[in-house]
């Protein structure tokens, strides 16, 4: 089993910034990949960026440039620094994690979420 506990969402104006955190305890040493989904009101969860154990990061076209997906290891915090943000940012934003069983099964665990909400 994997907890996420998402931190450090907030209001904030057009042009500004937040990061985000994420802090995971339990069975992490079987995380493979972490990863940010967010879900605006009326739309589907939709991915953001993800992160593999290597440090490999993917991120949706839309935050390419503005967003960077990072993860501490020793503190096991995944973080989403967010700049330039702007309306169409605005949503919950979900911490998601894969982790694999020691008979190889994946399992997915989320976060509560946290609001982001971007002002004109």
């Known amino acids: 089993q994997v907890q996420l506990v998402e931190s450090g969402g907030g209001l904030v104006e057009t042009g500004g910034s937040l990061r985000l955190s994420c802090a995971a305890s339990?069975?992490?040493?079987?995380?493979?990949?972490m990863g940010w989904y967010r879900q605006a009101p009326g739309k589907q969860r939709a991915l953001v960026a993800t992160i593999t154990r290597a440090s490999k990061t993917n991120y949706a076209d839309s935050v390419k440039g503005r967003f960077t997906i990072s993860r501490d290891n020793a503190k096991n915090t995944l973080y989403l620094q967010m700049e330039n943000l702007n309306a169409n940012d605005t949503a919950v934003y979900y911490c998601?994690?894969?982790?694999?069983?020691?008979?190889?099964?994946?399992?997915?665990?989320w976060g509560q979420g946290t609001q982001v909400t971007v002002s004109s």
């Open positions: 998601y994690a894969t982790s694999t069983s020691s008979s190889g099964r994946l399992n997915g665990y």
């Open positions: 339990g069975s992490i040493f079987s995380i493979i990949v």
